[in-house]
Every structure is written in C-alpha cells, then in structure tokens.
C-alpha cells in the first residue's frame, strides 16, 4: 500500500526557472492538501481540491498553480521560481476532513519535496 | 479568521521528565487530530478526539479534549529519546480545511 507519493524528493531550481511537484494517492480520497514548511515553523496551506475538478487557495497560493483533473493525482506548478520559495513541500490526502463529513479523518503524508531556489 | 494557538513553541526536558503541549481555538471544534514529526521526517497521525471531554492514552501519551471542544491537550510521562520532534495540533476549518496549530517541538537535553 503506497499511500501518497510526491516526486522528486529533492530539488534545486534557478531563480526563474518553473517545476511541477508530483503528488499521487492510492486510497481513493478526495480531499488533498499542498503545504509548504519552512525550516521551523509549521505548515502552511498552499491549495487544497475536495474533489477531482474542484481545487482552492489557501493561506500562501502566490507562485503556484494546481490542477486535480483525477482523484489520484494533485500536481503542483511553481512558476518563475524565486528565493522565498525554498522550503519543504508536503502533499496530503484525507477521506474527510471533519466528522460531520465522515468519521475517519486522518491525514496520511507524502515524504516531502525538499527545494531550493538560487 | 479562525485560528489555532498553540503552545509553547519548544519544550527542553530531561530524559525521563514529563512533556505537556496545549492547543486553544478560536471556534468550537467537530474534533481535534493531534500529529508528530520527527526531525527530517512529515507530519504522522497519532489520534483523533470527537467528544466533549474525551480523554484517550496511547501508552505514556495522554491527549485531552475539553468540555466546550475549543481546547486540547497532549501530555507524555516519562519521556524517552524516541519522542523527540515536533507535536502538532489540528482541527477542521470553514471549506474543508485543516487548521494546524504552530507546533510544540521537544527538544531532550544531554
């Protein structure tokens, strides 16, 4: 049992170059959270989808794009790279997110993209 | 907007002394997730707590959810080198988010 996948597990970028952060999960969930964490601190919410088709801003989204064309991928695009970018990435998946959506919410982790902009 | 505060930001202890981290948020919660990450690691499930007043062990961890579900807390006997990292909080927000708490990082001194 896979759970979530993200590729690469590390990563150095020029400033100004663009890369697409890979996320995959294997449970059937629809819920899936991109986080980034900076040497720390906490997580902070990048995007997040509900759904395939369906995705949304969450605390930090400048710089970034996602799409969630399939409930088992949730890529993530970082364009035009820069410095303040450098962090660890972490993809997330959930069956819900609150008990009043479903009992189980416990959110399984990917191990982490490792970036760095110079 | 709603937020989870949690404290304190680190916790040096001697191997053996006991560790406590303490969340509080602004809104009631439906339930409170509690997660550890070890140095260099993600963030792993430890427990999930739905009912007023619920308390729940997991050996010498001992996770709390208050009466009015808006405070929690995770408390650790006896701590040993394997609990060493960063102990998070969260709970579900507006839009099917979770709201993380900053993190309790324990720290075992020499």
């Known amino acids: 049992n896979a759970g979530v996948t993200q590729t690469p597990k590390f990563r150095i970028l020029k400033i100004g170059q663009s890369m697409t952060l890979q996320c995959t999960q294997d449970?059937?969930?629809?819920?899936m959270y991109w986080y980034r964490q900076d040497p720390g601190m906490g997580l902070k919410l990048i995007y997040y989808?509900?759904?395939?088709?369906?995705?949304d801003k969450g605390e930090v989204p400048n710089g970034y794009n996602v799409s969630r064309s399939t409930t088992e991928d949730f890529p993530l695009r970082l364009e035009l790279a820069a410095p303040s970018q450098t962090s660890v990435y972490f993809c997330?998946?959930?069956?819900?997110?609150?008990?009043?959506?479903?009992?189980?919410?416990?959110?399984?982790f990917g191990q982490g993209t490792r970036l760095t902009v110079v | 907007g709603q937020q989870v505060m949690q404290i304190p930001q680190y916790q040096h202890v001697q191997e053996g002394e006991d560790f406590t981290t303490y969340c509080n948020s602004s809104?009631?919660?439906?339930?409170i997730q509690w997660y550890k990450q070890r140095p260099g690691g993600h963030p792993v499930f430890l427990i999930q707590?739905?009912?007023s007043g619920e308390v729940k062990k997991q050996k010498r961890l001992t996770f709390q959810f208050g009466e009015a579900k808006k405070n929690s807390s995770l408390h650790i006997t006896a701590t040993q080198t394997t609990d060493v990292g960063t102990y998070f909080c969260?709970?579900?927000?507006?839009?099917?988010?979770?709201?993380w708490g900053a993190g309790t990082k324990l720290i075992i001194k020499p």
């Open positions: 997330a998946s959930s069956y819900s997110p609150d008990v009043s959506v479903g009992t189980n919410t416990e959110a399984f």
């Open positions: 449970m059937n969930h629809n819920y």
């Open positions: 989808s509900v759904g395939a088709g369906i995705t």
């Open positions: 809104t009631t919660l439906s339930n």
């Open positions: 707590l739905v009912k």
């Open positions: 969260a709970g579900p927000g507006s839009n099917y988010q979770l709201i």
